[in-house]
């Protein structure tokens, strides 16, 4: 007598081997470093709010003409010039973090964060360059603490973009405060000590 399959049993499913032209065809379709950071620059500006991620570029972009402006037209004393622009990158910043407790404002606030990071680091750098109020090496250590302020703040709300604001300007801090003798690290380090 001739026995019936039994439902029971499950006979595992075998998935059809891929040849290696087939593998290969799946990583040529990959595309390369520059495509992908395209994409991912892409996506970064029109994925969420773009509005604001293009008006914290604008307002940045503005602050340093303002203080060109102020410059040219010796409107304000430099102090005062710098310490404006300080309070405002200080302001976008208390701004940003006090909206970090609302869920729907999350990425709008940590793009103000980030803004406010950013006019930080412009301000150290006007400090420095423009009116040498600092010196290389006081510059460094400013720019260092402006560094780990923001990778504590960004490790206190887990977000990795202000993260990485923060790193971006810790690894641009040797070449913004370089005195131009060709070692940058070398040139900013030596001076701080």
């Excluded at 040529?28 to 395209?38: F, G, K, N």
């Excluded at 103000?112 to 950013?118: D, I, K, R």
Aim: charged share 10%; hydrophobic share 55%; proline share 6%.
């Amino acid at each position: 007598m001739a026995s019936l399959p039994n439902p029971a049993i499950q006979h595992p499913v075998t998935e059809p081997v891929k040849s290696a032209t087939q593998a290969r065809t799946a990583q040529a379709t990959e595309p390369d470093l520059a495509t992908r950071a395209i994409t991912a620059a892409r996506n970064w500006l029109f994925g969420g709010n773009t509005i604001v991620r293009m008006g914290v570029v604008v307002l940045f972009v503005g602050l340093a003409f303002l203080a060109k402006y102020a410059i040219d037209h010796a409107i304000l004393p430099p102090e005062l010039r710098l310490a404006s622009i300080g309070v405002a990158g200080l302001a976008l910043f208390v701004f940003g973090f006090r909206l970090r407790t609302k869920p729907d404002k999350l990425a709008y606030a940590l793009t103000l964060q980030g803004a406010g990071v950013a006019v930080l680091y412009l301000t150290v750098f006007a400090a420095f360059r423009l009116y040498q109020f600092l010196p290389a090496g006081a510059a460094f250590v400013v720019l260092g603490l402006v560094c780990a302020f923001s990778t504590a703040i960004a490790l206190l709300q887990n977000a990795m973009p202000m993260a990485f604001i923060g790193f971006a300007g810790a690894f641009a801090a040797p070449l913004l405060v370089s005195t131009g003798q060709g070692n940058h690290v070398g040139c900013s380090v030596t001076t701080c000590c």
